[in-house]
C-alpha cells in the first residue's frame, strides 16, 4: 500500500499567516493527490484534486503543487474558518490512502 | 443539490454485524458510484472501498476483502455497507461518499454514522 507522510502533524497559526502542509508519498503517484479540510464533527471537504486543481467554491487562498512524491497544501493569510484538520488522499493506487492529518489551531 | 442521508447511529456486541444505508439524492444515482471511508475516534480516515451503482461492481481494501459486502438498491437510490465480526477497533463513524467517474476525489458525503461496538 502506499504510504503517505504529512507534515507537520500539528501547527499553531495566526489569523493572516501563510501555512504550508507537506504530503509525502512512499512511491510516485503522479499528480493523483487530493486535499481535504475536515471541521469537528463534519464530513471532509474536498479542497484541491489532481494535486493542483482548486475544487469549485473553494476560496483562492487555498492552492495545491506537487508530483511525483511531494506534494504541498498552502493557505495564505490564513482565515478563522481555516482552523481545521488537513487530510492528502492519493488516488493513484488501490487501496486509496489518506495521510495522517495536519490539525491547525489558533496561536 | 446532491446530498447523501445516511442512517442512524448504532451499537452493536462484539462479533456481531451492522448495515448502514445511504439515500442519494439529487443526481442520476445509477451511473454513479459509492465509496465508504471510516474514522475511528481521534483518529485520519480509511478508505473501505466502492461500489459502482450501474453495475454492482466493487473494490473493497484488503483490510476488509471477506467482512464487507458493499450494495446498492437503485430503485431506492440507496447504498449499503455491512461490516460482519465487528470488533471494537470497528468503532468508527462510517461516510458514504458521491464516487466521481475517473480519478475525480468525492465532493459530495453523508453526515456520517457512528458505529459502537461495546461488550
Known amino acids: ?107 | 443539490q446532491v446530498q447523501l442521508v445516511q442512517s442512524g447511529g448504532e451499537v452493536k456486541k462484539p462479533g456481531a454485524s451492522v448495515k448502514v444505508s445511504c439515500k442519494a439524492s439529487g443526481y442520476a444515482f445509477s451511473s454513479y458510484g459509492i465509496s465508504w471511508v471510516r474514522q475511528a475516534p481521534g483518529q485520519g480516515l480509511e478508505w473501505m472501498g466502492w461500489i459502482y451503482a450501474y453495475n454492482g461492481n466493487t473494490n473493497y481494501a484488503r483490510k476488509f476483502q471477506g467482512r464487507v459486502t458493499m450494495t446498492t438498491d437503485t430503485s431506492t437510490s440507496t447504498a449499503y455497507m455491512e461490516l460482519r465480526s465487528l470488533r471494537s477497533d470497528d468503532t468508527a463513524v462510517y461516510y458514504c461518499a458521491k464516487k466521481n467517474r475517473g480519478v475525480i476525489p468525492p465532493e459530495n458525503w453523508g453526515q456520517g454514522t457512528l458505529v459502537t461496538v461495546s461488550s
Not at chain 1, 488516488?91 to 490539525?103: E, H, K, Q, V
Open chain 1, 1 to 107: 500500500d502506499i504510504q503517505l507522510t504529512q507534515s507537520p502533524s500539528f501547527l499553531s497559526a495566526s489569523v493572516g499567516d501563510r501555512v504550508t502542509i507537506t504530503c509525502r508519498a512512499s512511491q510516485g503517484i503522479s499528480n493523483y493527490l487530493a486535499w481535504y479540510q475536515q471541521k469537528p464533527g463534519k464530513a471532509p471537504k474536498l479542497l484541491i484534486y489532481s494535486a493542483s486543481t482548486l475544487q469549485s467554491g473553494v476560496p483562492s487562498r487555498f492552492s495545491g503543487s506537487g508530483s511525483g512524491t511531494e506534494f504541498t497544501l498552502t493557505i495564505t493569510s490564513l482565515q478563522p474558518e481555516d482552523f481545521a484538520t488537513y487530510y492528502c488522499q492519493q488516488l493513484n493506487t488501490y487501496p486509496l490512502t489518506f495521510g495522517g492529518g495536519t490539525r491547525v489551531d489558533i496561536k
